[in-house]
């Protein structure tokens, strides 16, 4: 057994770890990463399933990566690449499509080719939906007060939380109450008639939740992936150089060249509490480290349920704890393909290949997907967010050939029955038939397939309950309920213990807003 000593220890070496430990690195602090697999990452990740084939395993496109980050951690510098997607294809059920180009005047246009008052309301949507970013983008910076706390720290977080509420109109503040409280389906009813449209635009409310799109709370989601941002644009959505684990990549290789020490291989095993204070951690294989400072980027039920003995948290809390919703809903299937998926509504190749491709074809069709996981089934016809990074990234595939992501909702973790390879082959299947029906050509495409369930997303990521944003962006479960009133400020219960995950405030996604809010609160508590 071997023993080390540094000023802070981050548990997981993924996107949140990382820029936690740059963050604390870059105030001049020693730093070591432990991540349990050989490589970082966590859920933002690349790897060569098949050679030659290299696929975003999990998350796989960027865009709420937060521009603070990318600028003070000079990530261009250290290799980070985005590629806008210039397009969402959505093909309908009767042979026609619609699409959202990067081009406004066009995607108006093609709106009007379905609906001319859809095509009016567009431009007034997508004005609301802005200001509602807008108005809830300081949120993400604010670190979340304990409503019942009268300390300093505490009722200046409130006053700040005061002062920004203040700041909306009434308008906008009403605005703002209706839409983190309705439906992604009620909210698009209001402005739009086209289903496929309304049905493309409401798969966002219901990324990451065992919600669907008719469920109070999903509006709220809807906007959280609204706020993607590629240099100042918001709904921007891009792909990657390498894929997501280009991302990770990047924000290690800032990391080391600020001092950082990552170690992979090094699973944690518990945290080593002395005198009612986190002192360190042990690895499995008995070594041990030391430091002023432990922080967990892994989800909140590992952080607090595994890692640590409940005797050192109150009961109340471990409850809140146990009781933080992370079902997971959602699978991947990735496919290495011969050739292109032709689809009938837009055959050949073209600029939807290199974009988005949603089979989403309405809020209705998506409800009935979430049917069939409320009663622990696959959705037979389930919601599919495409991309074939290949297009984007020839480097991703062969000459010739691709790579095809398919983000698959719904996917129940605790399906009728449990996870086994027939199950999951079933999986893939209904998948895959979803697909014939809109790209006749995509089975005899296939020559490989990697399937991933949130049991696999949990085996292998390390997530509990495989939820993609380490708990579920419910009403109850952000800001400063995240992921348990008094304790959304990244502090624990037990001193010099700190949380740096998705699960704390503002929430999932290759955001990295995390990772930094808590490294910011940590040094204000004085790390020596």
């Known amino acids: 057994m071997t023993s080390h000593t540094y000023d802070a220890i981050i548990i997981g070496g993924g996107h949140n770890g990382l820029i936690n430990a740059a963050y604390l690195a870059r105030a001049g602090k020693k730093v070591i990463v432990l991540e349990r697999r050989p490589i970082v990452g966590g859920a933002a990740v690349t790897e060569e399933i098949f050679p030659g084939f290299r696929f975003t395993e999990f998350s796989y496109v960027?865009?709420?990566?937060?521009p603070e980050i990318i600028r003070e951690l000079e990530l261009p510098k250290h290799g980070l690449k985005i590629l806008p997607?210039?397009?969402?294809?959505?093909?309908?059920?009767?042979?026609?499509?619609?699409?959202?180009?990067?081009?406004?005047?066009k995607t108006r246009r093609e709106i009007y080719r379905h609906s001319p008052k859809d095509a009016d309301a567009y431009d007034d949507y997508a004005r609301l939906m802005v200001r509602m970013a807008m108005a809830v983008k300081p949120l993400l910076s604010l670190i979340p007060p304990d409503l019942a706390s009268l300390s300093p720290r505490d009722l200046v977080g409130l006053l700040k939380t005061g002062l920004y509420a203040a700041s909306l109109s009434e308008k906008d503040l009403y605005a703002v109450a209706k839409l983190v409280t309705q439906s992604s389906g009620d909210l698009l009813d209001d402005w739009f008639e086209t289903d496929a449209l309304k049905g493309t635009k409401s798969a966002s409310g219901i990324i990451g939740t065992f919600l669907g799109p008719r469920s109070p709370g999903t509006a709220y989601v809807l906007l959280h992936h609204y706020m993607g941002e590629i240099d100042g644009a918001f709904r921007a959505w891009g792909f990657a150089k390498n894929g997501s684990g280009g991302v990770t990549a990047s924000i290690a290789s800032a990391a080391r060249a600020l001092g950082v020490e990552i170690r992979t291989d090094a699973p944690v095993k518990q945290v080593i509490v002395k005198n009612g204070r986190a002192v360190g951690v042990a690895l499995e294989n008995g070594d041990e480290f030391h430091a002023s400072v432990v922080v967990?980027?892994?989800?909140?039920?590992?952080?607090?349920?595994?890692?640590?003995?409940?005797?050192?948290?109150?009961?109340?809390?471990?409850?809140?704890?146990?009781?933080?919703?992370v079902r997971g809903s959602s699978g991947k299937l990735n496919l290495a393909l011969s050739e292109l998926p032709n689809f009938t509504a837009l055959?050949?190749?073209?600029?939807?290949?290199?974009?988005?491709?949603?089979?989403?074809?309405?809020?209705?069709?998506?409800?009935?997907?979430?049917?069939?996981?409320?009663?622990?089934?696959?959705?037979?016809r389930p919601y599919i967010d495409i991309i074939i990074p290949s297009m984007i990234d020839p480097e991703m595939a062969p000459p010739g050939q691709h790579v095809m992501s398919c983000f698959v909702q719904y996917v129940p973790y605790d399906v009728e029955g449990g996870w086994d390879e027939s199950k999951k082959e079933?999986?893939?299947?209904?998948?895959?038939?979803?697909?014939?029906?809109?790209?006749?050509?995509?089975?005899?495409?296939?020559?490989?397939?990697?399937?991933?369930?949130?049991?696999?997303i949990e085996r292998i990521a390390g997530i509990t309950g495989g939820n993609i944003f380490h708990g579920e962006l419910l009403l109850h479960q952000l800001f400063f309920l995240r992921p348990a009133p008094q304790w959304a400020d990244f502090r624990t219960p037990l001193p010099g213990y700190y949380l740096a995950a998705s699960g704390a405030h503002p929430?999932?996604?290759?955001?990295?807003?995390?990772?930094?809010?808590?490294?910011q609160e940590i040094l204000k508590d004085g790390l020596r």
Request: charged letters at 25%; hydrophobic letters at 40%; a negative charge.
């Open 347 to 380: 055959p050949g190749e073209g600029e939807l290949h290199r974009g988005a491709v949603s089979i989403s074809p309405s809020i209705d069709y998506i409800e009935r997907a979430f049917d069939d996981a409320k009663y622990g089934q696959v959705s037979r």
């Open 85 to 105: 997607l210039p397009s969402t294809f959505t093909p309908m059920e009767n042979g026609d499509y619609i699409a959202a180009w990067d081009d406004h005047d």
């Open 296 to 325: 967990s980027a892994a989800d909140p039920k590992r952080t607090f349920l595994q890692f640590v003995e409940p005797k050192y948290f109150p009961d109340e809390f471990i409850t809140q704890i146990r009781n933080f919703r």
């Open 507 to 519: 929430g999932g996604g290759i955001m990295g807003a995390a990772g930094k809010l808590s490294a």
């Open 62 to 66: 960027v865009s709420l990566l937060r």
């Open 426 to 456: 079933a999986f893939a299947e209904n998948v895959i038939a979803t697909l014939e029906q809109y790209a006749p050509n995509i089975r005899r495409a296939i020559i490989g397939k990697q399937i991933i369930t949130p049991v696999d």
